[in-house]
């Protein structure tokens, strides 16, 4: 009797053990089933980024209400790194923060669910949570429910240790078992730092009743603009000119832009100005051409400011525009997108498709621009943070280096901000704006041979520019150095000359000495 009763112990025991998940193999199936949430504004620009799950193989997935709330286009990332868009909403819930949406899923692909736990979680019991914060894609967390709440509006919600952060938001919290037991809503900070991380408690009964979609009525744009096209594409000769968005519209074409000012200048507000001029003459307008037809469709308006009342953009901020352009015959396949004066922004050979909304998705290019964002609204340190989670795993990303020298540079951290710039240079070393940047740096720090260096290196890479020259000539002046001065001051005048449709300064038979002598007593 004592062999056979030991006999069902061990029996009993390694069929309990086989019946358990390791903690391995549970957040593999949540990786597996888990993915990141990018999304867009009306703009085209990121709108923030969160986490959601699948519970059907077809392609339903979960996240929290207010990911998608006020957005007009997402699209998820699974943990292979697959894309899709989000292509409908099934059902929402905004008391309960949840919402049930269907993706695009052309190939009919079967996608790993996660299922839900029949059972209540209590105080002590261990969670399991795979997240996206900051879009860290498969990001694990553990801890215990540490208090299981009642409140009228969302029902129970559990308060539980495990780490999250923003982007978290949407995320299963997963049992021991590795079954669902609550979605991620938010995080509390208190006083003392101290997080308190909520998610609301969701059984497979409570996901069925939400039943109603209490989303698209005021968002009534989601999803729905098939002939709005997301790029977020860096123009050829300025990566701080973005043209984040087409719209192929029945009355018109609409480019979504936005221009983000790191240049740094001499004037203590370091306001940049950007202006659109409207020509009658087509030969000196902005243009859209369809590269298959060789047909330019040319610029009517701008939300933009004019030559006579320029568009402001401080330092570091992000200024939105949108050019109004005739409308297509048909949707290109492949387009270009420019002016005849070279020294303004263009775009290339950009090949755009309507029914692939993914080509030209990135996330690295998402994060930048949800960084300079974050600059627009003033939250210098969110952006830096964001910058510097960037550069953790893209530490060549010349834009997010230059960006953190503006910032430091803002800061009146000029160290940090000569070290961004001289890191800037070594891997972009044909940007002439990143040699202006430093030249202003070296000129506040005294070094003026090596601001004289970095300006004349801007001069050779762009010869065009009249403000360039201006700066190098107050080096000069710097110096004592007034006949290389006079030089540029020339130069700088003879191409304003041009730009503005008068006659240069400089005129046969005159003599420059008495002419420059006379502009130098006239700013004295």
Known sequence: MKMRFSATIVLLTIVATSCTKGIKQIISEA?????????????????????????????????????LDETTQAIIVTNDESKYEIESIIAADPNLDIIKFKIKNPEKRNFDVLEFSNTVPEKGDKVLCVSSPRALTSSFSDGVVSSL????????????????????SGSAILNENGKIIAVTIYKRVEENNESLNFGIYVSAE??????????????????????FIILNKRSDNDPHDILNAIEFGENGTT???????????????NTWGIYQNISAKQEESM??????????????????????????????????YKQYLPK??????????????TRSAKWSNICIDSKNKLD?????????IEALQEVEKGNILESQSLLTDLLEYDPSNVEAISMLGVLSYSLENKFDALKHFNRVIELSPSSPVHYVNRHIINKQ???IEDALQDISKAITLAPDQPEFYEAREQLYLLQGNQENAMKDFFIRDQIEAKDQNREPLMKAGKSQEIIYKKILAERN
């Open 287 to 320: 243009y859209l051409e369809d590269l298959s037809t060789g047909e330019n469709y040319f610029l009517l308006s701008s939300t933009l400011g004019d030559k006579n009342n320029m568009t402001a953009v401080p330092l570091g901020t992000t200024i939105r």
């Open 149 to 168: 709440r009642e409140n009228p509006v969302e029902g129970k919600v559990v308060q539980f240790t495990a780490a999250i952060s923003p982007g978290s």
């Open 31 to 67: 990786e597996n089933a888990s993915f990141t949430i990018y999304c867009y504004d009306e703009f085209g620009m990121p709108f923030g980024t969160g986490s959601g799950f699948f519970i059907d193989k077809s392609g339903v997935g979960i996240t929290n209400f207010h990911v």
């Open 445 to 447: 720090l005294g070094n």
């Open 360 to 368: 030209y998705f990135s996330d690295d290019n998402y994060l930048l």
């Open 328 to 341: 297509v015959r048909q949707i290109p396949k492949c387009i270009s997108i420019g002016e005849p004066d």
């Open 206 to 227: 409570i996901i069925r009743s939400i039943n109603k979609d209490l989303f698209s009525k005021n968002n009534p744009r989601f999803s729905k603009r098939d002939n």
């Open 255 to 269: 480019l979504y832009m936005s221009f983000t000012n790191t240049h740094l200048m001499e004037n203590p507000e």
